[in-house]
């Protein structure tokens, strides 16, 4: 089975000589809550006993997104995350955002998105900065409302452990093929005059999911919210 965060598990190596009548012996890990080591067996002799204490997730935080609804390839969306802390002090933590392939299903804030949905484009790579801004495909359909996407934040301590807080934005308007190559042009121009890099590769995510849209859409078009 798996080791359960935040408890201490006790390992213990034993050995016996040879010749002697009773059979080596080896204690298994167990959770201790006294913290005092199992007992060696008769005629067994203890070796060693290590305890560890199994790290835990960053806790406590959530992600903000600004506005709240906007147009694909035009509003500029602000993503700030806060309120984390490590359990163990495993810093510094560290921060990534992306996009969702669908709709979280689980308990929020478990370090995944449910079953079935994973991150589509990245929006920030990870690192200590703990803010964003990007700009967005329209969002899904399926079961999700219209226009609706979701963004989630991942965060990992100095050891790699992760935890996750999940938003939804509602990103709609009218678009078609010749929208879509504007505004495309538009965005990519002003990430080069800003020497932005992730700007740019969030263009170029966000038409490239606007076109397969399109591609699948009967009029081409997405209604504009309201």
């Given at each position: 089975g798996a080791l359960l965060p935040g408890v201490h598990y006790t390992f213990s190596l034993s050995a016996t000589s040879l010749g002697s009548s009773t059979e080596p012996s080896s204690f298994p890990f167990s959770s201790l809550s006294s913290g005092d080591a199992p007992a060696a067996a008769a005629g067994a002799v203890p070796l060693l006993q290590v305890m560890v204490l199994v790290n835990r997730s960053p806790q406590g935080g959530t992600l903000d997104v600004s506005p709240t609804h906007g147009v694909p390839l035009e509003t500029l969306f602000?993503?700030?995350?806060?309120?984390?802390?490590?359990?163990?002090?495993?810093?510094?933590?560290?921060?990534?955002?992306?996009?969702?392939?669908?709709?979280?299903?689980?308990?929020?804030?478990?370090?995944?998105?449910?079953?079935?949905?994973?991150?589509?484009?990245?929006?920030?790579?990870?690192?200590?900065?703990?803010?964003?801004?990007?700009?967005?495909?329209?969002?899904?359909?399926?079961?999700?409302?219209?226009?609706?996407?979701?963004?989630?934040?991942?965060?990992?301590?100095?050891?790699?452990?992760?935890?996750?807080?999940?938003?939804?934005?509602?990103?709609?308007?009218?678009?078609?093929?010749?929208?879509?190559?504007?505004?495309?042009?538009?965005?990519?121009q002003l990430a080069t005059r800003l020497h932005d890099v992730e700007l740019k590769a969030q263009v170029a995510a966000a038409a490239a999911a606007a076109a397969l849209t399109l591609s699948s859409s009967s009029s081409n078009t997405c209604p504009p919210f309201s």
């Open positions: 602000t993503l700030r995350t806060y309120g984390w802390t490590d359990p163990e002090a495993n810093l510094p933590m560290v921060y990534a955002m992306h996009t969702l392939t669908g709709t979280p299903t689980d308990t929020p804030g478990q370090g995944d998105a449910g079953a079935g949905v994973e991150p589509a484009f990245l929006l920030k790579a990870r690192g200590e900065r703990t803010h964003t801004r990007a700009v967005l495909a329209p969002g899904g359909r399926g079961n999700a409302a219209f226009g609706q996407l979701w963004l989630q934040v991942h965060v990992f301590d100095s050891l790699g452990a992760v935890n996750s807080a999940e938003r939804s934005v509602l990103v709609n308007g009218t678009l078609s093929l010749a929208v879509l190559r504007a505004k495309t042009e538009q965005q990519l």
